[in-house]
């Protein structure tokens, strides 16, 4: 056991987009981007900024041009945002957005709820998203929530988490984020269901996105090591409550990540100690929030 880990580990930070959308108090757009410069600042080379989802799904995120015209292009990282239809990947092409995500799920009733199309229906609708963005040279990550339980269906079938993943790799997309929407999932869990995905898909594609909704996000990360994945998405200062469970921890936070993989001989690249200052950061902005582990630890002068 853990024997035979990576040496690096590419993290996906999806604070200022997964994060930020399930803050109820609106953030202007200034904090935004001070967020973004801050986690970049810190290390971060993924950074998914904001979504192109109609402004009336996500109010929070209405102002996804501003965000993105209010970045600068730094060397060596990459701003991403969602882009659900054709509508939301030309406003995220026309401010310069380089990577885009489409984002569907493995259950059929999350998907109607969560998106109002079935997964058919949304697969077909990121066809156009595909075609345009090999044409503009934009890569294309793709979600694929309720992988493990639904909170409508239970638990959900890995062989359906399988076909919907491969239905977005066969569409273009160039990475699947496997994720716990629900953050119920335990190691057992990711073993048994990632595992099965990667018997069929090249583990380079995959990308395990965790939610510490139970406290389980950091020992399916280890799971997920164990499996030989190298692409793990989290939330700077644990942004994003779980919208099934009010009052619950959200996303994994990326300075718990930080810290397991670094404290592992993992490579991250990010700097802990700037990161939880760029997490104190947008806790300050959003007037609260779940402070993580590292945020509790370090700001409270111990340890390094
Ligand atoms: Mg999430």
Redesign the pocket.
Known sequence: MLTNLPARVTITE?GPR?GLQNEPAPVPAVAKIAFINALADAGLTQIEATSFVHPKAIPQLADAEEVCRGLPSRAGVTYSALAPNLRGYDRAAACGVRRVAVFTAASETFARRNINMSIAESLSAFEPVLRAARGDGVSVRGYVSTCFDCPYEGAVDRRRVLEVVRALLDLGVDEVAI?D?IGTAAPTDVVATVGYVLQHVPRERIAL?F?DTCGTGLANVVAGLELGVTRF?A?AGGL?GCPYAPGAA??LATEDLVYLLERMNISTGVDLRKLVAAARGIHEAIGGGFPSRQMRRLEAGRGT
């Open positions: 999806v997964d994720s929407t996105h939610h998405d939330s994003g959200g996303n």
